[in-house]
């Protein structure tokens, strides 16, 4: 591997993990839970990947012997997706060692199954995506994806400075990110009330509701019954019930059952940020001299 320049990694089933995040359980949590809920078979699995890889280029990409980083690559649907585009070698790098697990176990059970995987070599790697530059080696990248994460960045003018330096010339940066207004509304407003709230907290009460998998037997009521109705379930949750009526009814309750759905990631965040397109653009072009092949809303495809 020679894009690697770290020897401070230690290798555990198969994950390299190097200088983990503060928020490695939050992200562990996330990843364990959303890959729970994925469909058991293993070809239907990160349905439209594919498509949704193309989306950040605005069109058809040859990955065919190139080296890839999936940066916040989660359960590893993209970094899949570069393997069946015939890259080279792809470097699944994320907080989340569940992600990560869950990654190269359903890379194996493809390549097992013969599912249109060609030789491509994956590499999981569990970091701190602010030290991803003291892993690999400068001018070594060809292409670095960057799927709905940058927002959830603390410095994203560093993050977007560290995948161009590790980008070869001519390396190409596709990413996407989170813009105010276009989100959901009733999702944008539930995410504020429990983005200050510990995660053993928000894990608690999405037990009592009955929204984690694996867990209903600690169920207490429906998120409905619990709005429409004066139980309650602890004193602690009083707040967070309180601001969630106001939502219901503001949005109605159907809407923040079904159309919230109540689960982490939608709640639990270290950053949200909400980045104005205009000024990534720009950062991108007038201070890293990227050339924007392609932009439209919150996506950008620079090449260096």
């Known amino acids: 591997m020679n894009q690697i320049k770290s020897t401070d990694m230690e290798v555990t089933q198969g994950v390299h993990r190097h200088n983990m995040p503060q928020s490695v359980n939050l992200y562990n949590n996330i990843w364990k839970n959303e890959d729970d809920c994925q469909t058991k078979g293993v070809a239907s699995w990160g349905q439209q990947r594919i498509g949704k890889l193309f989306s950040l280029f605005g069109g058809s990409v040859n990955f065919s012997k190139k080296n890839v980083i999936d940066a916040c690559s989660g359960l590893g649907r993209l970094a899949i997706a570069s393997l069946e585009l015939n890259a080279q070698t792809v470097y699944a790098v994320d907080g989340s ?111 009592k509701i009955g929204n984690i998998k694996g867990r209903e037997s600690k169920k207490v009521c429906s998120l409905e019954d619990l709005i429409s109705s004066k139980k309650k379930i602890d004193k602690k949750f009083d707040k967070v019930i309180s601001q969630l009526k106001n939502l219901a009814q503001r949005f109605g309750i159907k809407t923040l059952a079904n159309k919230g759905n109540l689960h982490w990631e939608s709640m639990q965040t270290p950053h949200l940020n909400g980045l104005d397109i205009q000024e990534v653009r720009n950062y991108i072009k007038n201070s890293l001299n990227m050339e924007i092949k392609y932009s439209n809303k919150g996506i950008i495809h620079a090449i260096k």
């Open 97 to 207: 060692f569940e992600g990560l697990l869950a990654t190269s176990k359903r890379e194996k059970r493809m390549r097992d199954c013969d599912l249109l995987l060609p030789n491509g070599k994956l590499v999981p790697i569990q970091c701190d995506m602010d030290n991803i530059s003291e892993i690999f080696h400068k001018n070594s990248i060809d292409v670095i994806i960057h799927y709905m994460a940058l927002h959830h960045m603390n410095d994203y003018k560093k993050t977007l400075k560290d995948f161009y330096e590790l980008l070869k010339p001519d390396g190409s940066l596709a990413f996407n990110f989170f813009v105010p207004g276009e989100c959901d509304e009733s999702i944008a407003c539930l995410r504020e009330v429990f983005l200050k709230e510990s995660l053993d907290f928000t894990t608690e009460f999405l037990e």
